[in-house]
């Protein structure tokens, strides 16, 4: 299985002219996933695949509507055509400081990815080159997993790690982070 591991890099190249490249690596540095997004779609609508032939999708995120500022996001498991859960941004909130919740496959929230302190989120927007850290919690406040963003003007690369005793399935942390990757990546660059 592809994401039965604690730690990923999603990595995101910058200067791609049309659409995007996403590849999640395991600690070894081998392919768990690859996503090619198309350029020019009014809704978000991206497909992880075992490789770069992509003759095997593992999952599908999509948004509910062309508008993201408090957009949802479903994730469905591509193999059983079975939906995993949600992400949701938060809009207002998101403004001063990225927050997204995750939701469950009946759309009740289940976890919160918030950015790492409201200061540093301001410092960012004001200067923009102090990388991002975000941290997803149950709605209990356990850990869930911590998502950083490594500076690189050229390469948008996102470490992505599972808490140990993560009780929530990798892949729906796995998509937050890919939705982070393409949405808030793209902002950034």
Known sequence: MPFDLT??????????????KFHVYRPDGSVAAFSKQKA???????????????????????????????????????AEGRKLGAARRKGWSSIFRDSWEVLDEDDQP????????ALAAFVRRMIGLIPQTFHLRGMDGKPIATLRVRFNPFVYKLDVELDPDCELD????????????????????
């Open 7 to 20: 730690s990923y890099t999603i990595r995101r190249k910058i200067l791609t002219i049309l659409g995007a």
């Open 40 to 78: 020019f779609k009014l809704k978000e609508d991206i497909r992880l695949f075992t490789d770069e032939t992509m003759a095997t999708e593992l999952l599908s995120i999509q948004a509910r509507q062309i508008i993201d500022f408090a957009a949802a996001y479903d994730v469905v498991d591509s």
């Open 110 to 117: 289940i976890a919160k990815l918030k950015e790492d302190s």
């Open 170 to 189: 990798s892949r729906l942390v796995l998509a937050v982070g890919v939705l982070l990757a393409a949405i808030e990546g793209r902002q950034k660059s």
